[in-house]
Nanobody
């Protein structure tokens, strides 16, 4: 049973920073692809950042967000800087057994429950 648990969300002012964490268990993490997605109310879930073979980012967060992973701790992080109100969403961590640079939700088998990020103007 694969477990995925996000943490680190919260309320921050525009221009501020947050660091999200995603802890996984139940499988060998080092061979997996990992990604962060987000979903705002009334909108579809969208790709934010991922690490399959290399880190990669959505254009909307490039230069502001950084994804990293610690395979010894089975944990992936998302450092978010220069936050904007439009970054407000529920952020999800996703894991795939197939190592690839996937940007679609259907490419990931395991998901967490999400952590809320709210950016005030």
């Amino acid at each position: 049973q694969v477990e995925v648990v996000e943490s680190g969300g919260g309320l921050v002012q525009a221009g501020g920073s947050l660091r999200l964490s995603c802890a996984t268990s139940g499988r060998t993490f080092s061979n997996d692809a990992v990604a962060w997605f987000r979903q705002a109310p009334g909108k579809e879930r969208e790709f934010v950042a991922g690490w399959g073979w290399t880190p990669y980012y959505a254009d909307s967060v490039k230069g502001r967000f950084t994804i990293s992973r610690d395979n010894t701790k089975n944990t992936v992080y998302l450092q978010m800087n220069s936050l904007k109100p439009e970054d407000t969403a529920l952020y999800y961590c996703a894991i795939s057994r197939t190592r690839r640079n996937g940007v679609h939700p259907y490419e990931y088998e395991n998901w967490g429950q999400g952590t809320q990020v709210t950016v005030s103007s």
